[in-house]
């Protein structure tokens, strides 16, 4: 039998399958790395440490899943989006990756803008207007802030493309991956001149772009030695994470729809042509079919909010020694609508449905008679809410969509996909295997590459849903009301957080 390996290179941790032309899981593996902050809205990461993780996790699960290295008929990468490795003429990476959470490029970006005459002109010119989170604002930080690394950088990878590289010494760029450059023409899947002149940005420093289920090249003796796969394996150009797992989810035909609940969260569309909202920070990039686009609005923190709950609030002792005491079980304790509480979920800026890098958090309405419950289904709620707001700012392609399909470490809870039915008023999904929706659908990718599957498309027939969530109506009005005061503290909590950003004391 033949199999598949995927990896899927996340914020926080590296995940693994091993599938079968069917879908089918045979084997799967976690792996950890850290995220650095060293400065305010810097965040880093090493990609050492991804590699690491690789090696690790690909011989973890030939291990457990009991197969022979020669059995492995392709392996795919899927990495996060907007991350950037400039790589060296050694072909090693001249600096630390930055981490698409960082938004170190604000002034590059505004000075983009202004140079162009606005954000509505660039957003007429470009599709959309960069922020400092962009790649086009981090390559331009780097040639700002540290020009010797600029001047040594051969090619600005993205995280599948480093990876890539190290399997096989090729520097390449994928379409999906190159749509988040935001310097890729939709109709040629080339680098844009014009769009590099208006953002000032230097094609010669880009990767070549090649279409995702295209084999890259052969792994190398060196890599497979280092991971314990056969020398000569192909490996597949791969694609990006959010793309990934639209394929994971089997949204591969035009109106699909999916929702990923991880460290962030996002809706992606896929559609048959692009659709974007500069407004609301909505862009299209190439689908993983590159004749097909994803529209995807992205939040930033999601699961990362659930984490510093648990982490910093604590779910509590249990009520009763014999009950199962889980975030889910401390949800439950409370009615929807939290008793008045509300959450807003932007702990580290937001992206979508309202670009805004110094937005924070807030808990809204907090009072004495609210405990640990009551957090916590606002928590969830929170997220759902910006979820609902992100499907209404795609106007017509989120009107149509009346299913979402669930992936991410967030889909395995019933109590948050039930939030998230009732909130947006779809049926939710969850798919086979959600945290591993991602892995999945770059593994199948590969088996598209090398031709055991016939096309994309293909895949969805092989991606199976676990269960249905629908919306309950006696909570519509509710949600609906939430929904407006929602959108009202926007502003107030906008111009709060950038008063709190002047004000913060140097560490």
């Known amino acids: 039998m033949a199999y598949f390996l995927g990896h899927d290179l996340g914020t926080s941790g590296l995940k693994s399958v091993l599938v079968d032309e069917h879908g089918v899981v045979h084997a799967s593996a976690a792996a950890k790395y850290p995220l650095s902050h060293p400065r305010p809205h810097w965040a880093e990461q090493d990609p050492e440490d991804w590699w690491r993780a690789v090696c690790d996790n690909t011989r973890e699960v030939l291990s457990t899943g009991g197969v022979a290295p020669e059995d492995v008929a392709a392996l795919t990468f899927a990495g996060q989006m907007l991350a950037l490795v400039p790589i060296g003429e050694d072909l090693k990476p001249s600096r630390l990756a930055i981490s698409w959470l960082d938004s170190r490029g604000e002034e590059q970006a505004r000075r983009m803008v202004r140079r162009l005459g606005g954000e509505r002109v660039v957003a007429t010119l470009a599709g959309a207007s960069p922020t400092g989170k962009d790649l086009v604002a981090k390559m331009a930080w780097i040639a700002d802030e540290e020009p010797a690394v600029f001047a040594r950088t051969r090619a600005f990878c993205d995280a599948t493309g480093y990876l890539v590289l190290r399997a096989t010494g090729e520097v390449l760029c994928d379409p999906t991956a190159a749509g988040g450059f935001g310097l890729v023409d939709p109709a040629t899947l080339r680098w844009s001149r014009l769009l590099a002149t208006i953002t000032g940005a230097s094609i010669s420093k880009l ?301």
Not at 250 to 269: F, N
Not at 385 to 414: H, K, M, Q, Y
Request: proline share 6%; net charge neutral.
């Open 207 to 507: 990767p070549r772009v090649v279409k995702s289920a295209t084999i890259a090249g052969p792994l190398t003796e060196r890599a497979a030695a280092e991971c314990g796969l056969r020398a000569g394996t192909p490996v597949a150009v791969g694609l990006a994470d959010i793309p990934a797992a639209a394929v994971g989810s089997g949204a591969t035909e035009p109106g699909d729809a999916h929702v990923y609940l991880g460290t962030s969260s996002w809706i992606g569309v896929t559609l048959s042509k692009a659709f974007a909202s500069h407004r609301h920070g909505i862009a299209s990039v190439p689908a993983g079919d590159s004749s097909m686009f994803l529209a995807i609005g992205e939040s930033e923190t999601a699961g990362a909010c659930v984490a510093w709950f648990e982490r910093e609030i604590g779910i509590g002792a249990a009520p009763s020694a014999d009950e199962a005491w889980t975030l889910d079980a401390l949800v439950a304790r409370a009615q929807p609508g939290a008793k008045g509480l509300l959450f807003f979920p932007w702990m580290f800026g937001e992206r979508t449905p309202v670009p805004d890098t110094l937005l924070r958090g807030a808990f809204v309405g907090l009072s004495l008679e609210h405990d640990r419950s009551h957090l916590a289904r606002a928590l969830f709620e929170g997220v759902a809410l910006n979820l609902r707001w992100i499907l209404e700012a795609f106007g017509a392609p989120g009107r149509e969509c009346r299913t979402l399909r669930a992936v991410g470490g967030g889909a395995t809870s019933d109590e948050w996909l039930q939030t998230l039915a009732d909130v947006t008023g779809r049926n939710v999904d969850r798919m086979d295997n959600p945290r591993l929706a991602g892995a999945i659908g770059c593994a199948l990718t590969g088996a598209v590459a090398v031709g055991t599957l016939p096309n994309m498309r293909a895949i969805k027939q092989v991606i199976g849903v676990s269960r249905r969530f629908s919306p309950r109506p006696e909570y519509a009005a509710l949600h609906a009301a939430q929904l407006e005061s929602f959108r009202e503290l926007y502003s107030a909590l906008s111009r709060a957080g950038r008063r709190a950003a002047a004000f913060q004391l140097p560490k």
